[in-house]
């Protein structure tokens, strides 16, 4: 199984500040045939189920604002905000599609300092 | 506008089967060559996949739960199951249904169910 790893647990960030979430995936998750990075960003507000947030590491998902920005290649992945908003609290998870079984990072939790 | 809905038993006892249902709405599984997801969370924890079925009954479990899975679809009503046999406590978790966006193994899940929380206790 890819064992994907985010760091930190949790993070708490100013209003209108910048908050990055780091997420490492065990093997890469390129494909080179198609040269795309088969990993997701999920944000999860609770109660409710996770929402896609980035797909193929760096597409924002219709709707999603673009102060959400999805970096990285291979093994090692960044989810960016660039200026957090009171809605942005939520948990926050990475995960691989590259190869079953599918697998995420252990979360994220963002908070409000 | 796809939505799924899952429905099933809240409570289970330890060593009986869990059994829910996904009703799909907004598009029918029958000729949307999508891939149909089980992912479950157990409270205040992370996400795990348990396994997928494309529109022609193909699936993929997780191995770490594979002797005890089956997903299966129901064209007819719309709508695909998950059946996990001996149930422990380590079971208790909230069930999501999910689409993958895409015709192909390896896409995102676009599209959550609300999810359904499944107690194992006796």
């Known amino acids: 199984d890819i064992v994907m790893t985010q760091s930190p647990d949790s993070l708490a960030v100013s209003l209108g500040e910048r908050a990055t979430i780091n997420c490492k995936s065990s093997?890469?998750?390129?494909?080179?045939?198609?040269?795309?990075?088969?990993l997701a960003w999920y944000q999860q507000k609770a109660g409710q189920p996770p929402k896609l947030v980035i797909h193929?590491?760096?597409t924002r998902e219709s709707g999603v604002p673009d102060r959400f920005t999805g970096s990285g290649s291979g093994t090692d992945f960044t989810l960016t905000i660039s200026s957090l908003q009171a809605e942005d609290v939520a948990v926050y998870f990475c995960q691989q599609y590259y190869s079953t079984p599918y697998t995420f990072g252990q979360g994220t939790k963002l908070e409000i300092k | 506008q796809l939505h799924l809905q899952e429905s099933g038993p809240g409570l289970v006892k330890p060593s009986e089967t869990l059994s829910l249902t996904c009703a799909v709405s907004g598009v029918f599984i029958s000729s949307s060559r999508y891939y149909w997801d089980w992912i479950r969370q157990p409270p205040g924890k992370g996400l795990e996949w348990i396994g997928n079925i494309y529109y022609s009954g193909s699936t993929y479990y997780n191995p770490s739960l594979k002797s005890r899975v089956t997903i299966s679809v129901d064209m007819s009503k719309n709508q695909f199951s998950l059946k996990l046999s001996s149930v422990t406590a380590a079971d208790t978790a909230v069930y999501y249904c999910a689409r993958q966006g895409g015709s192909h193994p390896g896409t995102p899940i676009d599209y959550w169910g609300q999810g359904a929380l499944v107690t194992v206790s006796s």
């Open positions: 093997q890469s998750v390129l494909s080179s045939s198609k040269n795309q990075n088969y």
């Open positions: 193929w590491a760096s």
